[in-house]
Nanobody, 123 residues
Framework: QVQLVESGGGSVQAGGSLRLSCAAS????????MGWFRRAPGKERDFVVA????????YYADSVKGRFTISRDNAKNTVLLQMNSLKPEDTAVYYC????????????????WGQGTQVTVSS
């Protein structure tokens, strides 16, 4: 049974930083692309960033480029999202996702999802 468990969410003031972690189990982690998505209140779930199997390729939404950094540790079955210079508009529930393709990018492409972790950025 595949499980993705996010952690590291919380409340922070604008300009601050948070690091999200996603621990995966029940899958051959090194052969899954991993992604982070977010859903703000009243909005659809949006793509944030994705990383390929080995981490060689990454793809960021324009809204987070230069502020967020994704990384993965295949030995620990973990993917991290370092979020710096946070803005109130980054407030959302953040979801970790996994797919067996080399680099999935769309909601519909990801097969497995975590339960989400809340990030709140106050001004």
């Amino acid at each position: 049974q595949v499980q993705l468990v996010e952690s590291g969410g919380g409340s922070v003031q604008a300009g601050g930083s948070l690091r999200l972690s996603c621990a995966a189990s029940g899958l051959a982690f090194s052969t899954y692309s991993m992604g982070w998505f977010r859903r703000a209140p009243g909005k659809e779930r949006d793509f944030v960033v994705a990383i390929s199997w080995s981490g060689a390729r990454t793809y960021y939404a324009d809204s987070v480029k230069g502020r967020f950094t994704i990384s993965r540790d295949n030995a620990k079955n973990t993917v991290l999202l370092q979020m710096n210079s946070l803005k109130p508009e980054d407030t959302a529930v953040y979801y970790c996702a996994a797919d067996k393709s080399y680099l999935a990018l769309r909601n519909s492409e990801f097969e497995y999802w975590g339960q989400g972790t809340q990030v709140t950025v106050s001004s």
